[in-house]
C-alpha cells in the first residue's frame, strides 16, 4: 500500500500484519480522494478506526492542515506511529487511542471540529451507526462537515431517515462502497 498522490506521493506504508484490517485498495482511494479533493485543502480531517492510517496520511499529503487518527488496536497504532514517522507529516497528526466514541468525547473536550470525516468500521456490526448516532448531535462537526463511510454493499443506512444526517452520494465498488454523509 502507498500514498497515491502529494508532498508524500509513492512513499510506501506499513499494514498491520493479521486480518483485522482491511487496507484500502489503491484504485478504491483514487476514488475516494478524487471525490474528496475539492474539500481537502487547509481542512481539519478525522479517521475513525484508522488501521495502518493511509486514509487520514492520504488527506495529510493532499493538503489537509490536521489529521486526528482514531485507533484502539495496539498493533494498528504502532503501525500509524511509523507511517507518520515515515512520511514525515506526524507534525499534522494526532494519535488517540481509543474506541470511536471515546475519541468523539475527549475531541468534543478539546474543542475540535472537522471538515471531513472517514470512517471504515468493521463490516456488519453496526458501529458506523453508533457513530453516526454519537456524530450528529456532537460540536465536533460543522453544518457542512461531510461524513464519509466504508461499509459492505449490505449496510443498511435507512435508520438515517429518523436522524439529522442525509446520504448525498454513495459509490459502490465489488465488495463494499464508500456513503457520503452530510446534515439535513
Given at each position: 500500500m502507498r500514498v497515491i498522490a502529494g508532498k508524500a506521493r509513492r512513499l510506501q506504508l506499513r499494514t498491520p500484519?493479521?486480518?483485522d484490517t482491511r487496507p484500502t485498495t489503491?484504485?478504491?482511494?483514487?476514488?475516494?480522494?478524487?471525490?474528496?479533493?475539492?474539500y481537502l485543502a487547509d481542512s481539519d480531517f478525522l479517521d475513525i478506526f484508522s488501521g495502518s492510517g493511509a486514509i487520514g496520511i492520504e488527506a495529510l499529503s493532499r493538503?489537509?492542515?490536521?489529521?486526528?487518527?482514531?485507533?484502539?488496536?495496539?498493533?494498528a497504532l504502532d503501525c500509524i506511529k511509523a507511517n507518520l514517522r515515515f512520511t514525515k507529516l506526524e507534525g499534522f497528526g494526532e494519535v488517540l487511542a481509543h474506541s470511536a466514541l471515546e475519541a468523539i468525547r475527549i475531541l468534543e473536550v478539546k474543542g475540535k471540529v472537522f471538515d471531513v470525516i472517514f470512517m471504515d468500521p468493521p463490516y456488519n456490526r453496526l458501529l458506523e451507526k453508533e457513530v453516526l448516532l454519537a456524530l450528529q448531535n456532537s460540536n465536533?462537526?460543522?453544518?457542512?462537515?461531510i461524513i464519509v463511510v466504508e461499509?459492505?454493499?449490505?449496510?443498511d443506512?435507512?435508520?438515517?431517515?429518523?436522524t439529522r444526517f442525509r446520504i448525498f452520494k454513495r459509490k459502490e465498488y465489488k465488495t463494499n462502497q464508500?456513503?457520503?454523509?452530510?446534515?439535513?
Open positions: 500484519e493479521g486480518f489503491d484504485k478504491t482511494k483514487e476514488t475516494l480522494f478524487n471525490i474528496l479533493n475539492p493538503g489537509a492542515k490536521y489529521t486526528a487518527f482514531v485507533e484502539d488496536s495496539k498493533a465536533i462537526i460543522y453544518c457542512d462537515t461499509a459492505s454493499l449490505k449496510t443506512f435507512d435508520y438515517l431517515e429518523d464508500h456513503v457520503f454523509i452530510e446534515l439535513k
